[in-house]
Nanobody, 127 residues
Framework: QVQLVESGGGLVQAGGSLRLSCAASGSFFSIDAMGWHRQAPGKQRELIARITSGGITSYADSTKGRFTISRDNAKNTVYLQMSSLKPEDTAVYYC?????????????????????WGQGTQVTVSS
């Protein structure tokens, strides 16, 4: 079983900064892409930042230039540094990871990729 545990959410004033962390634990072969989604009240969940295992990043237009995603592969952890926060950034933030599992039989090893979600952490930006 794989678990993603987020931390770092909270209340911050507009213009402030927060850093979210998400650590993966459990039994798995490797982690491919990791990312952050968010869901504001009454809105659909949206992908806002993504990072590959090799460190290639991509961002939603709404967060580009203000948010930075990074990861520590040795710790199986992904981070989201959020700066210049706006009230419209208020949402529940979820991390996600594409995890590769392995199973070995007598003749071969098979790999399966499964996506996992964290439990979510609330970020509230006051005006």
């Amino acid at each position: 079983q794989v678990q993603l545990v987020e931390s770092g959410g909270g209340l911050v004033q507009a213009g402030g900064s927060l850093r979210l962390s998400c650590a993966a634990s459990g039994s798995f072969f490797s982690i491919d892409a990791m990312g952050w989604h968010r869901q504001a009240p009454g809105k659909q969940r949206e992908l806002i930042a993504r990072i590959t295992s090799g460190g290639i990043t991509s961002y939603a237009d709404s967060t580009k230039g203000r948010f930075t995603i990074s990861r520590d592969n040795a710790k199986n952890t992904v981070y989201l540094q959020m700066s210049s926060l706006k009230p419209e950034d208020t949402a529940v933030y979820y991390c996600a990871a594409s995890v590769r599992l392995s199973s070995t039989s007598l003749l071969s090893t098979r790999y399966t990729s499964i996506d996992y979600w964290g439990q979510g952490t609330q970020v509230t930006v006051s005006s």
